[in-house]
């Protein structure tokens, strides 16, 4: 049984998205509080802006699902997809403060 290109990538986006997740409770915690130290804040006319990782992860699946329409579906896309899935899903389910920006 040979799998198709569709399967192949698809398989490559479940990957990346349960490579993220589990990095992401190593790293970033898995309920808010946990391990904010290595939270990401910029400043900007006197606000920190926490950029959650939820946040990241939409705008860079954004710039995929585009760069996917310019040069067509590929593994390494279909896997930085599964990342940036990951990335939204675990910063919407594991934390209740994703929606505080502005700090």
């Known amino acids: 049984m040979s799998l198709t290109n569709n399967q192949i990538n698809y398989i490559s986006a479940i990957l990346g998205f349960i490579l993220i997740n589990i990095l992401f409770l190593i ?7 946990d391990k904010s130290a290595n939270s990401l ?8 802006i926490h950029l959650h990782h ?37 910063g919407l389910t594991f934390y209740s403060d994703y929606f505080k920006i502005l700090n």
Do not use: R
Request: zero cysteines; glycine letters at 16%.
């Open 41 to 48: 804040f910029i400043s900007l006319f006197g606000q920190n």
């Open 27 to 33: 790293f970033a915690g898995g309920f808010e509080g």
């Open 54 to 90: 939820w946040l990241v992860g939409f705008v860079s699946l954004i710039i995929l699902l585009v760069l996917e329409q310019l040069i067509g579906k590929s593994l390494l896309l279909s896997f930085t997809k599964g990342l940036a899935l990951g990335a939204i899903f675990h």
